[in-house]
């Protein structure tokens, strides 16, 4: 079991930006597909984005598309959110989250196919 550590969150106004990472140090990261998840309260958690072992492929859902762009740098074992524009509706515990995947190429969005998980950090985005 790969152990993640997120961090990058914090405070932020509509529209500003924050980037988030997700470290993994002492594993070789990149064996593993890396997604990033967000809960708010009294909402379901939910994917936001996802990248594949070799960075080659990534997928986002429609709500953050164009806004945030999902990286990594595997000779750093860290993966990044680069959120811009944020909105009211961002607001939540982000979570990413390690799959081991057989192809370099490919990730998914679904959650269940994640089994590592980091413990959050919160992005609130307020006026």
């Known amino acids: 079991q790969v152990q993640l550590v997120e961090s990058g969150g914090g405070l932020v106004e509509p529209g500003g930006s924050l980037r988030l990472s997700c470290a993994a140090p002492?594993?070789?990261?990149?064996?593993?597909?890396i997604g990033w998840f967000r809960q708010a309260p009294g909402k379901e958690r939910e994917v936001v984005s996802c990248?594949?072992?070799?960075?080659?492929?990534?997928n986002s859902v429609d709500s953050v598309k164009g806004r945030f762009t999902i990286s990594r740098d595997n000779p750093k074992n860290t993966v990044y959110l680069q959120m811009n524009s944020l909105k009211f509706e961002d607001t939540a515990v982000y979570y990413c989250?390690?799959?081991?995947?057989?192809?370099?190429?490919?990730?998914?969005?679904?959650?269940?196919?994640?089994?590592?998980w980091g413990q959050g950090t919160q992005v609130t985005v307020s006026s």
């Open positions: 989250a390690a799959a081991m995947r057989d192809s370099l190429y490919t990730c998914s969005m679904t959650t269940g196919a994640y089994t590592s």
């Open positions: 002492g594993f070789t990261l990149d064996y593993y597909a």
């Open positions: 990248i594949s072992r070799s960075g080659h492929n990534t």
